[in-house]
């Protein structure tokens, strides 16, 4: 869905990669019968292009999401790379010796 709403974009699959089994399918059926009224404003590809657009208006590519910027685990090895925090995760209590 992605690719066909981003022009230029292109799915690559890594090589040996498995399409994932999973399913996301939720049943609302509770939810409209507690919220007659209600119905969905958004759709999946509405949200791709509003994403797409917001990430385009503050300059955000995909450099930025490969990084230690927004990937927990790559933060935390950096962190501990550059000897900031330790091998438990934990800042050094400046004074202590430790």
Known sequence: MVATEIPGT????????QADQRTYRVNCDKAR??????EPQWS??????????TYRR?????????????????HLQALMA????????????VGTGN
């Open 58 to 74: 503050y300059g955000l590519a995909q450099p930025d999401f490969e990084g230690t910027k927004y990937q927990r685990v790559a």
């Open 44 to 53: 999946a590809r509405r949200g791709i292009g509003d994403l797409c657009q």
């Open 10 to 17: 292109t799915l690559d699959m890594v090589k040996g990669a």
């Open 33 to 38: 019968s507690a919220l007659l009224d209600w």
């Open 82 to 93: 550059s000897g900031a925090v330790g091998q438990d995760l934990r800042f050094p209590v």
